[in-house]
């Protein structure tokens, strides 16, 4: 004997379990790139190091960033690799410090990224 919760309604055989959805309008290609690009900003500390980056004219130092965050700098060279790798950042070094400045056209992206997501 099966027990039945009061509220819930069990649908009888002439009922149908599911409509007819479309199909995905991402490709499996841009989902993949999407989902590191969301990956990538997963992070409090990336967000607010991209946040630093996109709100600064010239490209920053990496010496500059971990003076700005509670963590070494190996910590922040991780999150601006994670960075750099999904092309949010690019880096160019100068003698012996690396300098990072945000990519705009990544940026750009972003938002009709998420547009296409959300089909909005």
Known sequence: MTATHPMIAIPGPAASCCDTVASPAVSAEQAETWARWFKAL??????????????????????????LFPLGQPAISHHLKVLRDTRFVFAERRGTFMYYQVNQSCLAEFPEAARQILNS
């Not at 997963?42 to 960033?65: G, M």
Request: glycine share 0%.
């Open 42 to 67: 997963a992070d409090p500390t990336r967000i607010r190091i991209l946040n630093v980056l996109a709100r600064s004219v010239e490209p920053v130092c990496v010496c500059e960033l971990v003076d």
